[in-house]
């Protein structure tokens, strides 16, 4: 049974057909990508699987229920993490409060026992912290845990962003373009990441334009052209198809 199923997705901005009858499922323990040239729907499809802008048609079911429509918070209680091109982190607060936050999904107390400071609220926090720290751990950020957010390089934010969103407990995390502006080394220390995630029960969805990384590490691609699908199947499949060698690869996979 599919984990996420998408059928027939719509989305339209005035005249302009963003995501055009979309339709594909990915697997518990993928590792699905999402590739395609700029304006070909990729982000617009992030958001609306996590509830930023709502479908304008089509269903969307996640572990066997329907949540087409709803809204981000609810998607993420159901399970469903992600992940941001342009990264979104509390650069004020220290690497280790961001972690803190993404578990705060999960929180158990009520708003009576945070605002009188109960015995379970400290406890709670305590539990937090130390799976927070053994997020950064997996992470690679662990000895930056009291560093200020916003004073880490760009490949150790996108890390801390990848461990917020692990903080939540995900089924499925939406990794968008999580590679970009990487070095070689950095990328390929994110690949090791990416399969530790999938390897740790964690199934991923990605988006990246990154064709080494997207070919090696996935287990099968989708490919998006002007909102529509044009081609699925395994990398192998995707680099052989002609319309999408053509299209998007052309000679960087000879």
Known sequence: MPLLEVINLEKHFGGLTAINRVTFSIQPGQIKAIIGPNGAGKTTLFNVLTG?????GGEIRFRDGDITGWKSHLIASR???RTFQII??????????????GCHLKSKTGLLSAAFHLLPVWREEREIAEKSIRILREVGLEDRAQARAG??????QRLLEIGRALASEPSLILLDEPVAGLSGP???E??????RIRDGGTTVLLVDHDMSLIMDISDEVLVLDYGCKIAEGSPREIQNDE???AAYLGEEMD
Do not use: C, Q, S, Y
Request: glycine letters at 8%; hydrophobic letters at 50%.
């Open 190 to 195: 994110l690949a090791h990441l990416i399969r």
């Open 151 to 156: 004073n880490l390089p760009l490949g150790m």
């Open 243 to 245: 319309k999408v060698i």
């Open 88 to 101: 979104k982190i509390f650069g004020d607060m220290t690497v280790l409060e961001n972690v803190m936050t």
């Open 79 to 81: 399970g469903i993490a």
């Open 52 to 56: 930023v802008v709502p479908p304008d």
């Open 186 to 188: 950095e990328t390929r």
